[in-house]
């Protein structure tokens, strides 16, 4: 691209159009760019992502041409979200990628190491901090690749008409886990021998190394060692953790049975649970899946002390690749920090089942009447990112609850084991280490503990 | 006899050698070339060279996600994946699969065939329905059986239940993709059903390839049907039972989608459970190749797959080329 050498009267009325759309943008960190050569900018999205059923891409996209940059083009190509996870990092390898795409933080260990990703200059990392919560714990080694634009944390979901049989209101709410498992206990229906037909409390087994991984963060443990070398599952608290999900289950007075129906955001709706351990995007599965379904919402339960509630998620936003051009990567950065911190388009985040990083919006009264997003903001500020870690240490995890609940063949101390046994094997085998430091940036860090491994 | 069979059917090859086009073309080597260049063409740029490059890649760092070029690593991912546990498992695993899910297919489908080759009347619809699951998507099919193995709800245990009240019995229900004894079963069983049809139209035209004059000199003699079986039928059979057994335990060692359709959202979103259960070799290849993106090591996966189906389709092929006594 080469440099303009004299600004034309057009040029001079889009920088002064450009600069009066950009005044009128309240708390928009962001400059409009020079007006200069054209840019096309080729944009990748999975086409099954949320984003494109809510918010229309080519509309944000011709908004962004008329509010901020007119002489930024955009290319859009879309490839379902299986496909598109191959496709991208294959291409971005091979230099024939996107200058802009969709990205997911899942992927942020391999997309740096091998180059991918191009890190945000730190001016605009400057402007970014000043709106948006979150950039911290998405630093790595001081540089910032992709920020969070929604959070995402654990609730409790019930059903409405279960809890209105029962009798129960919003006074009952639990706010302890005791509390939590007696009304579980009161809301299960069961069968002449005593086996649960209809679990009170469906804790999400199937995949319960979510559930266990908030106890364990409410027992004040770190879930990977400070250098980042090794595990803390087979601890103290990691016992107790898995200690209570196994006497929720097979307990003497249990309220959940994992065979009653293969998925909680399946076993709700159906009314085979009155409540549920969930994610936010369960709200989003029922509009489109369950839309008759009433339910409710209410922040996680913890135990006494608890210095953090859960794990905290994100929805990642938009990434770069580092292979695109000066002018691409410029434009590129003026897209996703404009899109990041747009109000209207980060309102549709609480859509989704996600508090908008955005701070502007936390007291907005459109995501606060979401319930599940009211809920996740009472415990937003003691949630804990535990880090970019390769992707099979979340395998590692699932077999925690694995071989408990859905194998049933090992005890709590051998499944602990077993899945401390993998997952070290899995940290020290990484070549770098993005993780580790980053749980010690949660708010409640100060109070957690690097525990002992039982042996 | 045979002789004047080939002699009957023999090409009348005189003719083609003098006509011009042959003199044109080169005469009889070239065609030989020009007939085979179109497969050897097809298998070194679709089959040779890509083991080559796989080959070459399982001895470096090789990653698709990565701008940087591979490291050569020498024996590192060979050193890996044998003492990876994982690796054992999933060898074990996939090879109890072929050997239970041929095993139980042929067993159904020898029966079956020669019920249905003795069909004077609908040989061809009972042909056509056992077929029709081999057509069917194994997606599908994978989401049907899922949902018959319920532990709740499903239909199998549902009739299982019903019969249990029914006499008054006392047993727990089986939980088919649950339990880590009964989940590589259940799928087994899924692609034992899935590819029965295959099984018994490749043994019927074996069986009709036999002539009808051995039976009846059998009867003749005094044969029962198991002496006939077990001295016609059976020998007679012999390269077709082969031929099943070398492609099916080539396939069913790589065994993959049944096991991801079915089991891999159960244990967590990850390929294997329960208790790694159902890893198969070709399973952790998929983890390591397209989840974790490690080429080098992927490579390193595929070949000891590679050698794995070799020998035994070797073995398999040794025995079919044995002398047997009956």
């Given at each position: 691209m080469s440099e303009q050498t004299h600004v034309s009267r057009r040029d001079f009325l889009k920088l002064a159009g450009g600069a009066v759309v950009a005044a009128s943008l309240s708390g928009l960190p962001l400059a409009v760019t020079a007006q200069g050569d054209e840019v096309t900018l080729v944009f990748w999205s999975p086409n099954c992502d949320v984003?494109?059923?809510?918010?229309?891409?080519?509309?944000?996209?011709?908004?962004?041409?008329?509010?901020?940059?007119?002489?930024?083009?955009?290319?859009?190509?879309?490839?379902?979200?299986?496909?598109?996870?191959?496709?991208?990092?294959?291409?971005?390898?091979?230099?024939?990628?996107?200058?802009?795409?969709?990205?997911?933080?899942?992927?942020?260990?391999?997309?740096?190491?091998?180059?991918?990703?191009?890190?945000?200059?730190?001016?605009?990392?400057?402007?970014?901090?000043?709106?948006?919560?979150?950039?911290d714990p998405m630093m790595i080694n001081g540089k910032l690749y992709a920020f969070n634009e929604g959070?995402?944390?654990?609730?409790?979901?019930?059903?409405?008409?279960?809890?209105?049989?029962?009798?129960?209101?919003?006074?009952?709410?639990?706010?302890?886990?005791?509390?939590?498992?007696?009304?579980?206990?009161?809301?299960?229906?069961?069968?002449?021998?005593?086996?649960?037909?209809?679990?009170?409390?469906?804790?999400?087994?199937?995949?319960?190394?979510?559930?266990?991984?908030?106890?364990?963060?409410?027992?004040?443990?770190?879930?990977?060692?400070?250098?980042?070398r090794r595990a803390n599952i087979h601890t103290e608290g990691g016992q107790k953790a898995a200690q209570m999900l196994w006497d929720w289950e097979f307990g003497e007075n249990p309220v959940g049975n994992i065979d009653l129906a293969p998925w909680t955001e399946d076993a709700l709706p159906t009314e085979i649970a009155a409540m549920g351990f969930g994610f936010g995007w369960f709200a989003d599965y029922w509009r489109s899946d369950y839309p008759d379904y009433e339910w409710g919402a209410f922040p996680l339960p913890a135990v006494d002390g608890a210095?953090?509630?859960?794990?905290?998620?994100?929805?990642?936003?938009?990434?770069?690749?580092?292979?695109?051009?000066?002018?691409?990567?410029?434009?590129?950065?003026?897209?996703?920090?404009?899109?990041?911190?747009?109000?209207?388009?980060?309102?549709?985040?609480?859509?989704?089942?996600?508090?908008?990083?955005?701070?502007?919006?936390?007291?907005?009264?459109?995501?606060?009447?979401?319930?599940?997003?009211?809920?996740?903001?009472?415990?937003?500020?003691?949630?804990?990112?535990?880090?970019?870690?390769?992707?099979?240490?979340?395998?590692?995890?699932?077999?925690?609850?694995?071989?408990?609940f859905v194998a049933q063949t090992s005890t709590v101390d051998e499944a602990l084991a077993e899945a401390q046994l993998q997952a070290d094997e899995i940290l020290a085998r990484a070549e770098n280490v993005y993780w580790g430091f980053q749980e010690r940036t949660a708010t409640g860090a100060n109070e957690m503990v690097n525990p002992e491994i039982v042996e | 006899m045979t002789n004047s069979i080939q002699a009957d059917v023999s090409p009348p090859l005189p003719q083609v050698q003098e006509s011009l086009w042959f003199k044109i073309f080169g005469g009889k080597k070239a065609l030989l070339i020009y007939a085979l260049a179109p497969t050897i063409i097809f298998f070194t740029i679709f089959w040779i060279y890509p083991l080559g490059v796989g080959f070459l890649r399982s001895f470096t760092n090789w990653s698709p996600m990565s701008i940087h070029a591979p490291e050569y690593v020498g024996f590192a991912n060979y050193e890996r994946a044998f003492s990876d546990r994982m690796v054992g498992t999933a060898i074990v695993n996939s090879l109890r699969f072929a050997v239970t899910t041929v095993g139980l297919r042929l067993a159904i489908a020898l029966p079956f065939a020669i019920m249905l080759n003795n069909l004077r009347r609908g040989r061809g619809c009972f042909r056509l329905i056992y077929f029709l699951p081999v057509v069917t998507s194994v997606i599908a099919a994978g989401v049907v059986w899922r949902f018959l193995y319920l532990p709740r709800n499903g239909i199998l245990n549902t009739v299982l239940a019903g019969i249990r009240d029914l006499f008054g019995m006392n047993f727990d229900l089986p939980r088919y993709l649950q339990d880590p004894n009964l989940a590589l079963l259940s799928v087994s069983v899924m692609s034992v059903w899935r590819w029965l049809g295959f099984a018994i139209v490749i043994l019927m035209a074996g069986l009709s390839s036999i002539p009808t004059t051995f039976y009846e000199a059998a009867r003749i003699d005094g044969a029962n049907r198991f002496q006939v079986f077990r001295h016609i039928t059976l020998p007679l059979l012999r390269p077709t039972l082969i031929f099943l057994l070398v492609t099916e335990v080539a396939s069913e060692i790589q065994v993959f989608t049944e096991v991801f359709v079915m089991i891999s959202r159960g244990s967590g979103g990850s390929i294997g459970g329960p208790a790694n259960s159902t890893l198969t070799i070709v399973g952790l290849f998929y983890q390591t190749a397209f989840k974790n993106f490690e080429f080098g090591y992927a490579s390193a996966l595929a070949l000891i797959i590679f050698v794995i189906i070799s020998a035994f389709s070797l073995f398999q092929l040794w025995l079919g080329r044995r002398n047997w006594d009956y």
């Open positions: 984003e494109c059923e809510q918010i229309n891409i080519p509309e944000w996209m011709e908004r962004f041409r008329q509010e901020v940059n007119g002489n930024v083009n955009f290319e859009l190509s879309g490839a379902p979200w299986g496909d598109y996870w191959t496709r991208l990092p294959l291409a971005l390898a091979g230099g024939t990628g996107p200058d802009l795409y969709f990205f997911h933080a899942n992927w942020m260990q391999q997309f740096v190491d091998g180059g991918l990703v191009e890190a945000w200059p730190e001016e605009r990392v400057a402007q970014l901090r000043e709106v948006l919560d979150g950039i959070l995402d944390t654990n609730v409790i979901y019930y059903g409405k008409k279960a809890w209105e049989d029962a009798g129960l209101t919003d006074d009952d709410i639990p706010t302890t886990w005791d509390e939590l498992v007696a009304l579980a206990d009161a809301l299960t229906e069961r069968d002449s021998n005593g086996a649960p037909v209809r679990a009170g409390f469906d804790a999400n087994l199937r995949d319960g190394r979510w559930t266990w991984v908030a106890l364990k963060y409410q027992m004040g443990e770190f879930l990977i060692s400070e250098d980042g210095p953090a509630i859960s794990k905290a998620g994100g929805w990642t936003t938009m990434a770069v690749n580092a292979q695109a051009s000066d002018a691409a990567k410029s434009a590129a950065f003026d897209v996703i920090q404009w899109h990041g911190t747009d109000p209207d388009l980060m309102r549709f985040r609480a859509l989704g089942g996600q508090v908008p990083t955005l701070r502007s919006l936390r007291e907005d009264p459109d995501i606060l009447a979401s319930p599940v997003v009211s809920s996740m903001l009472a415990n937003i500020d003691k949630t804990v990112f535990f880090g970019f870690t390769p992707p099979d240490f979340e395998s590692a995890l699932a077999q925690i609850t694995d071989l408990m | -």
